[in-house]
């Protein structure tokens, strides 16, 4: 599975942004799709995430201004961004897990990085 993350940027506080995360491979695989952000010099955290069956789950910093969503088909997922703060500045990572059985009957699980989408949040 092979990610694509875009739509960072340079907004100002309060403003808004849409991060899009276009996913390929074996989509028909994926059951987590997530997204997580990491500051300069601090750890990589999760910021929100949603399952194949729809449920959502963030951070308590993201909860009542971020969304997460997925196409339907698995192909993408999207944060929508709002009311952004100084403190949301940093690299934007998508990240997918699943898992599937190989030609052998054996079940492989696998989890996908996207690369990094810079959001910079200042006046």
């Known amino acids: 599975v092979q990610l694509q993350a875009s739509g960072g940027g340079l907004v100002q506080p309060g403003g808004s942004l849409r991060l899009s995360c276009a996913v390929s491979g074996r989509i028909d695989s994926i059951n987590f799709m997530g997204w997580y952000h990491q500051a300069p010099g601090k750890t990589r955290e999760l910021v929100a995430t949603v399952t194949s069956g729809g449920k959502t789950d963030y951070a308590d910093s993201a909860r009542g201004r971020f969304t997460i969503s997925r196409d339907p088909t698995g192909s993408a997922v999207y944060l929508q961004m709002n009311n952004l703060r100084p403190e949301d500045t940093a690299l934007y990572y998508c990240?997918?897990?699943?898992?599937?059985?190989?030609?052998?009957?054996?079940?492989?699980?696998?989890?996908?990085w996207g690369q990094g989408t810079e959001v910079t949040v200042s006046s």
């Open positions: 990240r997918v897990k699943g898992g599937y059985y190989n030609d052998n009957g054996e079940r492989v699980e696998y989890g996908s």
